[in-house]
């Protein structure tokens, strides 16, 4: 029976339950008797608090920062057992990992060097499905885990304790698949290829060019070796960042994938960045003597520019229900439209298992095959996704050109990325007094207009509990809209001009801008044919505020540098002209990032206002339940959140409420969807 590695999670208190549901999915390491973990909820009664976390700290094998804008704030998180825990994995004596719980700034604290938990860093809330957030985090540790048991079992092993210049690793990185080395060599060392594949000695390879190198070597040394298996590239889709040019995380079919502003060549598709490449042959390929220069690359320190990021290795044969190329390629074509050109099937292979999992790849069924020797990676607008096109040799010089012409010509239609905001409690409503106080300092030339009772209806300021959700990270834009319509099931805005715009929608210079002149029906019809509802009043003021109730999406003082309100640009009498964002009316969605929730939600402050589900009533919160409130059962108007770009700046407050007849549209009015799980 193995001895546990220890692990230790440092966390901030707020961040709790996200710690208990990381610990509930690592269960399956402890019940295998591979780890035993420790937090600060294991201090017992009369146990010195202080004491209790140094030693544990300075005992585990396996150190767990599981960060959030919490943990970076909490000066004993970061200043003593952070600091502490980058000591001892400098030392090589624990292996830290963080794990991304919340977006915040990680990447400049000096665990930032790290490769971080889940895939692509991405935060555990910014996921669609949590589990799948805390699976992904499991998977690696599990794979670590394993790791350092072996790499244990190989130093107390007699036969492989013989003096070499191998030593047990000072650290271990994340890894993404076996160790880097040469069978040859080890097999001089007198170690088998399955110690090879056992063992992790990351501090050989940190490199990023050496890795490219390596998969580079791997690509030419397959060529005319491979004798039944088959060769693919691999890449899950991510949550597209924002551009103008956007993946679809998740399609029915190809069509619907590809949204298209010029003729495409199949099999080019834009993807994440993260990508990887499987090598896969008969079981006896390794014993060929002409194989021996086969390489098997490591995770590196994470994926740069033009670069690859790691090669995985499997042993054994294709598996069986691995689809063929012949049929991934009738997948593929039958998804395009009739009248789109069609290249020779050889030239640029790609095709999708699901939606999750796209893949180019080669298949040599009949033993002969056709060697892939040219792969194309290219950024695209600098925004971290690449188009990857794969061809023949003899095809490249043909491709290469046509290749470069589908990367200027693709336009990626993004299906809105959800973010997830966990159950439990916040703050909801705000103070009159308080209120009245922001609008006397922001209401500039008109302070004489403020009054208490404007503010009245967001009294009492209320516990309320709710059930985890999902919301839309971004504000619906027009050419998502667009999509609904054109496929007859939404109507048209009233209005396809903006305040300073006349060519607003279905314009593709503004396509990433907000959806403009949408009643509250439209906006429900658009959220239903997506799958999705329009979220409650209670659900978007928790995304925009948090659990803390802050009066703005990003604290509890103003800055109209972190929202689009009626600043020096908006031609209103009453504008802000300390503050100059650059847009007259809407502004695309995300240009504020500074001004994002603690959840990661953006646009909350301003912009335009969004519909909710509720109806309206301004002495709802005096009689609201405590928990998943739906707002009242009837009424005349329908609740607006956010505040717009033509609004004061106090008008932007998470708290702040107002209301619109349900048919009503305007040049400021948009809204955002969200689902339950």
């Avoid at 594949?197 to 390596?214: E, K, M």
């Avoid at 188009?387 to 023949?392: D, G, T, W």
């Avoid at 329908?638 to 505040?643: A, D, N």
């Amino acid at each position: 029976m193995p001895k546990p590695l220890k692990i230790f999670f440092a966390y901030a208190r707020a961040d709790q339950a996200l710690r208990d549901e990381l610990d509930m999915h690592l269960a399956f390491l402890r019940r295998s008797n591979l780890i035993e973990g420790w937090y600060d909820g294991n201090i017992s009664a009369g146990e010195e608090w202080q004491q209790a976390i140094d030693h544990h700290l300075h005992t585990a094998d396996i150190i767990l920062l599981l960060v959030s804008p919490n943990f970076i704030a909490s000066d004993y998180c970061y200043d003593v057992e952070m600091k502490k825990a980058m000591v001892r994995h400098e030392a090589g004596e624990a292996v830290v990992i963080p794990v991304i719980l919340r977006p915040c700034r990680w990447k400049y604290a000096p665990f930032g060097k790290l490769q971080a938990l889940p895939k692509d860093a991405r935060p555990i809330i910014r996921w669609a499905n949590s589990d799948d957030a805390f699976d992904s985090v499991a998977e690696t540790i599990d794979t670590i885990v394993r790791q350092l048991h072996t790499q244990r079992n190989v130093l107390r092993s007699p036969a492989l304790s013989k003096p070499t210049t191998q030593t047990q690793p000072k650290s271990v990185s994340v890894p993404a698949g076996p160790p880097v080395q040469k069978k040859q060599e080890k097999e001089k060392e007198g170690y088998t290829f399955g110690d090879i594949l056992r063992s992790f000695p990351s501090q050989l390879w940190t490199s990023i060019a050496v890795i490219v190198v390596l998969i580079i070597s791997i690509i030419l040394i397959i060529v005319g070796f491979v004798y039944g298996g088959s060769f693919d590239l691999t890449t899950a889709i991510a949550t597209p960042t924002l551009d103008s040019h956007l993946a679809l995380n998740s399609a029915p079919t190809v069509e619907s994938h590809l949204p298209l502003n010029s003729t495409p060549v199949p099999y080019a598709f834009y993807s994440s960045p993260d990508l990887g490449i499987r090598l896969e042959y008969p079981d006896n390929w390794l014993d060929n003597e002409e194989q021996n220069e086969v390489v098997l690359a490591a995770s590196a320190e994470g994926l740069q520019t033009d670069t690859v990021q790691a090669a995985n290795m499997r042993i054994g044969k294709s598996a069986e229900e691995d689809i063929s190329i012949h049929d991934l390629f009738t997948e593929v074509l039958d998804g395009f439209p009739e009248d789109v050109e069609i290249l020779n099937e050889d030239t640029i292979s790609i095709a999708s298992q699901t939606w999750s999992s796209t893949q180019l790849r080669f298949d040599n069924e009949d033993g002969e095959g056709q060697s892939i020797a040219n792969i194309s990676v290219t950024t695209h607008d600098g925004e971290g996704y690449y188009l990857i096109a794969v061809a023949p040799a003899q095809e490249w010089n043909t491709v290469q050109p046509i290749f470069q012409d589908v990367i200027n010509s693709l336009t990626f239609i993004n299906d809105s990325p959800m973010i997830l905001i966990p159950a439990g409690p916040f703050k909801m409503g705000g103070n009159a007094d308080v209120d009245l106080d922001e609008c006397l300092k922001l209401r500039i030339g008109r302070e004489d207009e403020c009054q208490r009772y404007w503010y009245e209806d967001e009294e009492p300021q209320h516990n309320v509990k709710l059930d985890t959700f999902y919301i839309d990270q971004y504000e619906v834009t027009n050419v998502q809209y667009s999509i609904c319509v054109d496929d007859n099931v939404c109507e048209p805005p009233g209005n396809t001009a903006s305040f300073t715009r006349d060519r607003y929608y279905n314009n593709s210079e503004f396509a990433d801008y907000p959806v403009i002149y949408v009643d509250w029906k439209q906006a429900k019809t658009y959220c239903e044919w997506r799958g999705a509802r329009l979220p409650t009043e209670a659900e978007w003021e928790k995304a925009a505020r948090g659990t803390e109730g802050m009066l703005y999406s990003w604290g509890n003082t103003f800055d109209g540098g972190l929202t689009n309100f009626c600043d020096s640009n908006c031609d209103q009498s009453f504008s802000n002209k300390d503050y100059d964002d650059g847009y007259a009316d809407t502004a695309p969605v995300g240009s504020y990032p500074e001004g994002v929730s603690s959840y990661g939600v953006y646009d909350v402050a301003g912009n335009v206002w969004e519909w909710v589900a509720d109806w309206y009533d301004s002495n709802y919160y005096s009689n609201s339940p405590d928990s998943n409130p739906l707002g009242p059962t009837s009424g005349n108007e329908r609740v607006v959140r956010g505040g717009g770009w033509s609004e004061f700046g106090n008008d932007v407050r998470t708290s702040h409420r107002f209301w619109k007849n349900p048919s009503e549209s305007g040049n400021d009015i948009g809204f955002r969807c969200a689902r339950s799980p």
